[in-house]
C-alpha cells in the first residue's frame, strides 16, 4: 500500500479536489485508490491534524467540535483539549478502517493544514501515518504568490473587515516543503496551480492524472464541481466596508447578511461589468520580490516556474516597498478604480430593492448560490 499525503497549499483548489476525490469514490476504486470520506460532512482529513497540535493551534472548526462552527457557536458548545483529541481519534480510526478495508493499493489522505506544520508536529504526523504504510509520498501544489494572496484575501473578507497587509504576507513555500522533504526523505512532489500548466487545465484532472496509477485510463469518467467561488474587485471592497461599519465585532465570524450581499453581488456580477480582482501592478511586482527565494527554491529543486520576470522582480527590490504596502484598505490594494465600486455599490442597492419588493432572493438561489455562508 502506499500513501499519497496531499497538504494543500491553501488555495490551490483544495475545496474542488477533495470534493470530486470523495464523488468519484467509485471511478477511484477502478484505478486501485481510495479517498477515505471524512467525518461529519467534511471535504478534508483536516482533523488528523488535531492529533499533533497543542490547544492554542487548533483551528476554530475543531474548537467546534468538526460541526459548523456557526451552528456550535449557537448552541454555546465549548470542547475541551481531551474531547478534541477524542474526536481527532475516532476521526483517524475512520480513515485507517476505509483504507485498511478497501484493499486498494494507494490511499489518498488531503489536509491543508499540514502545509504549515512545525517539524516536530510533521514528524507526528508522519509517524501515526506509518500505522498504515511506510510508503508515504507528499504532494503540494503552489501558486504565484500575488494570486494567492488575493485569493486569501478573498477568503478572509468574507468573515472580517480585517486582513494580512501585503507587507506582512509571507506564502513560505521554502520553508514548509524544506520541511516535509527533510522529514519524509525527499518523497515530496510539487505542482504548479497555474491553469495554462495543469494537465486538463483543472487540478482534478492533474492530481489524478500526476499521483494515482492507473489515473489516466479514468479521468474520462470524474465528474468535477468546480468549488471556488471568487469575488470581483469591486465586491471585496464593498464587503470590506459594509463589514467594517456594519458587522465590526463579528470578525472571524460568517454573518449571514453580509454573506447574502456576498452572494447578490456576484449573482449579478456579468451584469454590472465587475473587474477581476487583482493587485495594483506595483504591489505585485514587489509581493514577488519578496517572494525571490522561494520562487528559486521552486525552480530549482522541482522545476517550477510561476511565470515571473526575474528584471522586474530585482528592480522591484531595489525600489523598496511601495507606499500601499502597509495598507489593509482592499481599494487602495487592488486594481480598481473608485468609481467601479460606486457603480456597483449603487447596483447592489437597486438588486436588493428588486429582491426586496419582487421576492426573497430565490433567483440567487437559482443560480445555485447557497446562502448560509458555507464552502470556501
Given at each position: 500500500m502506499r500513501l499519497i499525503l496531499h497538504i494543500g497549499m491553501p488555495k490551490t483548489g483544495t475545496s474542488t479536489l477533495q470534493g470530486a476525490l470523495i464523488a468519484n469514490r467509485d471511478v477511484l476504486a477502478r484505478a486501485g485508490a481510495v479517498y477515505p470520506e471524512?467525518?461529519?460532512?467534511?471535504?478534508?482529513?483536516?482533523?488528523?491534524?488535531?492529533?499533533?497540535?497543542?490547544?492554542?493551534?487548533?483551528?476554530?472548526?475543531?474548537?467546534?467540535?468538526?460541526?459548523?462552527?456557526?451552528?456550535?457557536?449557537?448552541?454555546?458548545?465549548?470542547?475541551?483539549?481531551?474531547?478534541?483529541r477524542a474526536r481527532g481519534e475516532e476521526f483517524w480510526r475512520h480513515v485507517r478502517r476505509q483504507a485498511t478495508d478497501s484493499g486498494a493499493d494507494v490511499v489518498?489522505?488531503?489536509?491543508?493544514y499540514?502545509?504549515?506544520?512545525?517539524?516536530?508536529?510533521?514528524?507526528?504526523?508522519?509517524?501515526?501515518?506509518?500505522?498504515?504504510?511506510d510508503d508515504i509520498e507528499v504532494v503540494c501544489y503552489v501558486r504565484h504568490p500575488a494570486e494567492y494572496y488575493v485569493s486569501l484575501t478573498q477568503q478572509m473578507v468574507r468573515a472580517s473587515h480585517q486582513i494580512v497587509s501585503p507587507a506582512r504576507f509571507r506564502m513560505r513555500a521554502r520553508e514548509c516543503l524544506a520541511r516535509f522533504q527533510s522529514i519524509f526523505?525527499?518523497?515530496?512532489?510539487?505542482?504548479?496551480?497555474?491553469?495554462?500548466?495543469?494537465?486538463?487545465?483543472?487540478?482534478?484532472?492533474?492530481?489524478?492524472?500526476?499521483?494515482?496509477?492507473?489515473?489516466?485510463?479514468?479521468?474520462?469518467?470524474?465528474?468535477?464541481?468546480?468549488?471556488?467561488?471568487?469575488?470581483s474587485a469591486e465586491a471585496m471592497c464593498i464587503l470590506q466596508r459594509l463589514r467594517r461599519h456594519e458587522w465590526a465585532d463579528q470578525n472571524g465570524q460568517f454573518a449571514p447578511e453580509s454573506t447574502h450581499v456576498r452572494l447578490v453581488l456576484n449573482a449579478d456580477r456579468e451584469g454590472d461589468a465587475q473587474t477581476p480582482a487583482r493587485l495594483d501592478p506595483k504591489l505585485d511586482t514587489w509581493i514577488v520580490?519578496?517572494?525571490?527565494?522561494?520562487?528559486?527554491?521552486?525552480?530549482?529543486?522541482?522545476?517550477?516556474?510561476?511565470?515571473?520576470?526575474h528584471e522586474a522582480i530585482a528592480a522591484a527590490h531595489d525600489e523598496g516597498p511601495p507606499p500601499v504596502s502597509q495598507s489593509h484598505d482592499l481599494a487602495e490594494i487592488l486594481a480598481v478604480d473608485e468609481s467601479h465600486i460606486?457603480?456597483?455599490?449603487?447596483?447592489?442597492?437597486?438588486?436588493?430593492?428588486?429582491?426586496?419588493?419582487?421576492?426573497?432572493?430565490?433567483d440567487v438561489e437559482r443560480r445555485g448560490l447557497r446562502l448560509d455562508g458555507g464552502g470556501q
Amino acid at each position: 500500500m502506499r500513501l499519497i499525503l496531499h497538504i494543500g497549499m491553501p488555495k490551490t483548489g483544495t475545496s474542488t479536489l477533495q470534493g470530486a476525490l470523495i464523488a468519484n469514490r467509485d471511478v477511484l476504486a477502478r484505478a486501485g485508490a481510495v479517498y477515505p470520506e471524512p467525518l461529519w460532512g467534511k471535504l478534508s482529513h483536516n482533523y488528523l491534524t488535531s492529533l499533533v497540535q497543542p490547544m492554542e493551534d487548533m483551528p476554530r472548526e475543531f474548537a467546534s467540535g468538526g460541526e459548523d462552527f456557526e451552528a456550535s457557536r449557537a448552541r454555546g458548545d465549548q470542547f475541551t483539549f481531551d474531547a478534541i483529541r477524542a474526536r481527532g481519534e475516532e476521526f483517524w480510526r475512520h480513515v485507517r478502517r476505509q483504507a485498511t478495508d478497501s484493499g486498494a493499493d494507494v490511499v489518498i489522505v488531503s489536509s491543508e493544514y499540514c502545509y504549515g506544520l512545525a517539524d516536530h508536529k510533521i514528524e507526528s504526523l508522519r509517524s501515526m501515518l506509518a500505522e498504515l504504510t511506510d510508503d508515504i509520498e507528499v504532494v503540494c501544489y503552489v501558486r504565484h504568490p500575488a494570486e494567492y494572496y488575493v485569493s486569501l484575501t478573498q477568503q478572509m473578507v468574507r468573515a472580517s473587515h480585517q486582513i494580512v497587509s501585503p507587507a506582512r504576507f509571507r506564502m513560505r513555500a521554502r520553508e514548509c516543503l524544506a520541511r516535509f522533504q527533510s522529514i519524509f526523505d525527499g518523497r515530496v512532489r510539487v505542482r504548479p496551480y497555474d491553469r495554462t500548466q495543469l494537465l486538463g487545465r483543472d487540478i482534478v484532472t492533474d492530481f489524478v492524472t500526476s499521483f494515482v496509477p492507473s489515473g489516466a485510463d479514468v479521468v474520462a469518467d470524474l465528474d468535477v464541481v468546480d468549488r471556488n467561488e471568487s469575488m470581483s474587485a469591486e465586491a471585496m471592497c464593498i464587503l470590506q466596508r459594509l463589514r467594517r461599519h456594519e458587522w465590526a465585532d463579528q470578525n472571524g465570524q460568517f454573518a449571514p447578511e453580509s454573506t447574502h450581499v456576498r452572494l447578490v453581488l456576484n449573482a449579478d456580477r456579468e451584469g454590472d461589468a465587475q473587474t477581476p480582482a487583482r493587485l495594483d501592478p506595483k504591489l505585485d511586482t514587489w509581493i514577488v520580490a519578496r517572494h525571490r527565494d522561494d520562487l528559486a527554491f521552486l525552480r530549482e529543486q522541482f522545476g517550477i516556474d510561476l511565470g515571473t520576470d526575474h528584471e522586474a522582480i530585482a528592480a522591484a527590490h531595489d525600489e523598496g516597498p511601495p507606499p500601499v504596502s502597509q495598507s489593509h484598505d482592499l481599494a487602495e490594494i487592488l486594481a480598481v478604480d473608485e468609481s467601479h465600486i460606486e457603480h456597483t455599490l449603487y447596483a447592489l442597492v437597486r438588486s436588493l430593492a428588486d429582491r426586496d419588493l419582487h421576492g426573497d432572493g430565490s433567483d440567487v438561489e437559482r443560480r445555485g448560490l447557497r446562502l448560509d455562508g458555507g464552502g470556501q
